[in-house]
């Protein structure tokens, strides 16, 4: 039985060996020679997986160790016995983390008060769902816009329209999707991004095509918006360098990547792939996960803060995202190898928080987000 994996999985090595001669290469060099002859993939984002790779080969199971899926052509897989498993889910604390700092960030860059303003979240799955949850906690009025769930269950959606009329703030979670009644494809086009106010701001942590980069530019350009924030981006990992200079954080498609994160979707793969070749790993879970540069346990001194200042405080102590978008700006040729070498980043739930001088409110909210408050 033979593997093919991406090299850059982490906690991956060791887990298959026992049962499979596994081959790790980089996500470029895994082509239709090398996996003619493979029963499985474990993949990321960069491998497109379709009929070019896969046609003729005796691949039966590809599992991708992220959320999206669009590098997977499903339907050529489907039609040919393949079967494709994503990892939905994976990395939503890690957007959470992402997201909560980057709204902290830009409060404290232009300074906002983020209680009493309008996040508008433009897709309400795994990641959306936690993302309104923390602009709760943060004080934030939430609107939610996601049609196929509005079509399923009702509830408290409202349409994409009324997301830009009343949004503050609007963050995408979206997946990739280029037909249908439900396309993503340029969502946020020129004409959408001229439905906008001066006084917005737009995150997209989602997938880069959501976002026309050309229209955004132009708006930014003609201050058609105050600002934005992309982590996915068109056609990376080649950047434009004036839609970089013109954003409030500009990162390498890094919001997911949190080490516990990345553990997720390797757990997810290897039971994907043993359950669909037979292998007594369908209860596999990773370990070995390192510890931060940060400290896990930290002090936070909250004599006469506000409570926003001590939620920016313990979220940044977790997550530096000025450093990432800083990275990039300095050298925009690095964006794979800044994905490819990430540092570790832990997600809320590891830390612990020992509050000094706070109220029990500001231990609530800590709480909430997924600190441990001592």
Not at 139 to 154: F, S, Y
Not at 206 to 218: E, I, Q
Not at 277 to 284: A, H, S
């Amino acid at each position: 039985m033979k593997i093919i994996a991406d090299n850059k999985i982490p906690f991956l090595r060791g887990a298959l060996e026992p049962y499979a001669e596994v081959v790790y290469l980089p996500g470029k060099e895994t082509t239709a020679d090398v996996v003619r002859d493979a029963d499985a993939l474990i993949t990321r984002t960069r491998t497109a997986c379709n009929a070019s790779l896969l046609e003729g080969s005796k691949v039966r199971v590809i599992a991708t160790a992220t959320i999206g899926f669009d590098h997977i052509d499903t339907a050529w897989c489907e039609a040919n016995g393949i079967i494709w498993k994503n990892a939905p889910g994976c990395n939503s604390w890690s957007v959470k983390q992402y997201v909560t700092a980057a709204l902290v960030t830009l409060a404290r860059k232009r300074g906002l008060k983020l209680e009493g303003m309008t996040l508008g979240v433009v897709g309400v799955g795994n990641v959306g769902s936690k993302v309104a949850e923390a602009a709760s906690i943060l004080g934030m009025k939430v609107l939610l816009n996601d049609p196929p769930r509005q079509r399923a269950e009702g509830g408290p959606f409202v349409s994409l329209d009324e997301i830009i009329f009343r949004s503050d703030i609007i963050t995408l979670h979206v997946p990739l999707q280029k037909e249908g009644e439900d396309a993503t494809w340029h969502l946020f086009d020129a004409a959408r991004l001229a439905k906008l106010r001066p006084s917005q701001i737009l995150i997209n942590s989602s997938r880069g095509p959501v976002v026309d980069n050309k229209a955004l530019k132009a708006a930014l350009a003609g201050h058609r918006i105050a600002g934005a924030c992309l982590d996915v981006w068109e056609g990376e990992p080649e950047l434009d360098p004036g839609l970089v200079e013109m954003l409030d954080l500009s990162t390498p498609h890094i919001a997911g990547y949190s080490a516990d994160g990345k553990a997720n979707g390797t757990t997810a793969s290897v039971r994907t792939v043993a359950e669909v070749l037979g292998l007594p790993l369908t209860d596999w879970e990773a370990t070995g996960i390192p510890a931060p540069a940060q400290e896990l346990e930290f002090d936070l001194d909250a004599t006469g803060k506000s409570l926003q200042e001590v939620l920016t405080e313990a979220v940044l102590h977790t997550y530096d995202i000025e450093a990432d978008s800083n990275a990039l700006r300095a050298d925009l040729g690095a964006f794979e190898k800044l994905r490819g070498d990430y540092p570790v980043r832990r997600e809320f739930t590891s830390f612990s928080v020992r509050l000094h001088g706070g109220t029990p409110q500001m231990a609530e909210k800590l709480s909430r987000l997924g600190f441990s408050v001592k």
